[in-house]
């Protein structure tokens, strides 16, 4: 959803950060590579919601019925569970950035609040729609920060 990972660019847009349709200043993708990649995130994010499930069939961004296991997530199947219980559905936990902070990193300079707020909110209704078990970061509905640090186990208050 938020894009990237904490091995990548931290600018590196995701599905509700805005890939191809708000892209930010650091953009150095053409619009096809932006509209190829936000395709598979898709066909991603729907096996997801359907709790990741492997015989789960969708029609993929390229029109074709699949199955769960054969949407690719870094190369290995998507879909791996038989029950939505087998899923934990999440888009920021205590390592890392917070949520919040990513969508700060992320979206446009000139995205205002208002707008980064709707990106957590959409970022949020997925987990909360999706079948599986929902697990949410302290204070995400909140807008929680952590002011960028990603390794705050022995930050200050």
């Not at 729907?46 to 492997?54: D, I, Y």
């Not at 015989?55 to 998507?78: C, H, I, L, W």
């Not at 959409?122 to 995400?140: D, E, K, N, R, T």
């Amino acid at each position: 959803m938020r894009g990237g990972s904490p091995f990548s660019n931290q600018q590196e847009h995701g599905y509700a950060t805005g890939l191809y349709t708000d892209p930010n200043e650091v953009n150095e993708l053409s619009e096809a590579s932006h509209l190829s990649i936000l395709l598979k995130l898709k066909d991603q994010i729907r096996v997801s919601l359907a709790g990741n499930l492997a015989d789960y069939e969708v029609v993929n961004s390229a029109g074709r019925t699949v199955s769960g296991a054969q949407v690719k997530f870094n190369d290995q199947p998507g879909g791996y569970t038989q029950i939505p219980q087998e899923h934990i559905v999440y888009v920021s936990a205590h390592d890392n950035e917070t949520l919040f902070d990513a969508i700060q990193c992320k979206a446009p300079l000139a995205a205002s609040l208002g707008d980064r707020v709707r990106i957590q909110s959409l970022s949020l209704s997925i987990v909360a729609l999706s079948q599986g078990v929902p697990f949410y970061h302290a204070g995400s509905e909140l807008l929680r920060s952590k002011s960028m640090d990603r390794d705050s186990y022995d930050s200050g208050d």
